[in-house]
């Protein structure tokens, strides 16, 4: 399911005016928000949705989680940006920043917050160190493997996993990686090698 980035709400402005010289134009579209106009709300969200977008998924990379949660993470921005009356977005202060500045800000604490919360991502199930074995048993058969194919890192990570029987938490230790990226190459080096193997 496709999930739905919070647009709408009451209007009390049927209109969004444009600009005048007193505000900037941020300024007056943050103003704009925060008196409950619609319009101002949907060019809001269509002129820094992006920057909110790219600040998120810079982050969730950044600390080794997979950007699949973005989209909840910037679901959340927008829900936090006009709770309370659009609280958090009054706080902006354009005297010590842009508003882009800002939102990238409150973007990235906000994927910070959620990187803290969900942390099933650093230990390794019950299931998944025999999972690990069980995904390449097919290719362990072979008698060779086009290792050359692997990058090193992926070659790394394939040695700690089955050479050494390392779990993910283990082998992201060793590494120095986040274990997120240690599933995430593991994954991606064992479609690589069944790719070439099989077809």
Request: hydrophobic share 40%; charged share 25%; net charge negative.
């Amino acid at each position: 399911m496709e999930s739905t980035i919070i647009t709408e709400r009451t209007i009390t402005s049927a209109q969004c005016p444009a600009p005048t010289k007193a505000n900037s134009e941020d300024e007056y579209l943050v103003a704009l928000c925060i008196e409950g106009n619609q319009n101002a709300w949907n060019r809001f969200v269509s002129e820094f949705g992006a920057i909110i977008r790219h600040a998120v998924t810079w982050t969730l990379t950044h600390h080794g989680v997979a950007t699949d949660a973005s989209d909840d993470v910037v679901q959340d921005i927008f829900f936090r940006l006009i709770k309370s009356e659009y609280k958090l977005l009054e706080n902006w202060d354009s005297s010590r920043g842009t508003l882009k500045t800002w939102l990238a800000v409150v973007s990235r604490s906000a994927a910070i917050d959620f990187i803290r919360t969900d942390r099933t991502y650093l230990y390794d199930t019950l299931d998944e160190h025999e999972n690990i074995k069980a995904n390449m048993s097919d290719l362990m058969d072979m008698p060779e493997l086009p290792l050359n194919i692997l990058s090193t890192r992926q070659k790394s990570v394939l040695q700690c996993l089955y050479g050494e029987e390392l779990t993910a938490v283990e082998a992201a230790k060793q590494l120095d990686i986040h274990p997120q990226t240690v599933r995430s190459i593991h994954h991606t080096a064992l479609q690589k090698l069944r790719a070439a193997m099989f077809h």
